[in-house]
């Protein structure tokens, strides 16, 4: 329900509420998870954030290393509209784990601005629904969301009777662009799920502006040249992109010449540039790309160039950055709009259990958020 009212959750989201996130509304990009059975789920407070922990009664007595998923909700939504995709997630893991492989809980927080954080609803909605400042909102909101994410990730143990192995990240709409920042920034996210989310703010927001018919995106030719840097996009804005959007990192390190330079292999010194970001930030990394090819709020052809040149980069036949352990997977399914789709459900799935099923990776690095 990207840019609704987060008003009609907001009863259940207090630390003493008795009410069951299950109980809570289906997400209108959730038609996929209304068969699943409630698990169980504990309300904590993590330095004044309202912290849902999902599957802590489902744990062994003696769970061994235990992986930590964390669930990032859409726009407009609440953590507990992840509680579906929580309880899915575990049953999926825990009908299939074998003795002694790692066990899994999931975590949920609310987005900054969202359900029990809420300050102000015009903030969530988009240029057309009335928000001269769409731009920077969005952006602050969810990059703001991965700092917390990363301070969570320090404070959470201290509450838990077991050390976290390994963190994983995966979200919908808004939490999939958190979680491809969570990705770039956070070294102790080995691994990320993007369902509908894009990791290119620049081209995401401009060519939303464009259909917007927001005015410093229109009236050009091309339409949306005078866009980035305009007040309804200012440098500043940009600046924090190219410090925190994949896209923005990355990216900014090709000499642009002809506007599609990311379509054909960096040069030499374009890859002498990239390669010691790339393996500070994305090595060993397992992430899936999930997308809808009828989405028009997050339409993939924006995710795609990105997408390309990242698959590109880290081609196991070719590759030129194929010896750091990056994977990177690009579903889209044919029929999904915006939404986490019935197959695309099937993908996380098997996903997130390859990954559970897999060695424990090295211990990683401390965190540069």
Known sequence: MAGGSTFTWKHALKLHSTLSPFDSPVPMTHPAFKDVKPVSWRRLNISGLLVTVYGLEELPNQPGEVACC??????????DSMGLVAGAFLHAWNSKRKPGQKSL??????HRNHGSRMLDNLANVSWKQGNPSHGPDMFNTY?????????????LPNYLPFKISQHICGGVSLGGHATWVLLLNE???TAGMVVVGCPDYVRLMTDRAIRSRVQSAVGTDPPGRHFVGSKDFPPSLVDAIERFDPAGILLGELDMVTGDDHLHTPSPAEQARLRPIMTQRLAGKKIISLAGA???LVPYKQSEPFLTWLKKAVDKNGGWFNDQGTELEDIVDAKARHE???PLRKEAERWLCD???AETPPMPRDSKL
Do not use: E, K, M, N
């Open 70 to 79: 964390w669930l990032l909700h859409g726009r407009g939504d609440t953590q």
């Open 105 to 110: 809980i999931c975590v949920c927080i609310d």
């Open 143 to 155: 990059t703001g969301t991965a700092l917390d994410v990363s301070h969570l990730i320090t404070h």
């Open 187 to 189: 070294p102790r996210i």
């Open 294 to 296: 009828s989405d028009g």
């Open 340 to 342: 986490f789709s019935s």
């Open 355 to 357: 990954i559970l099923a």
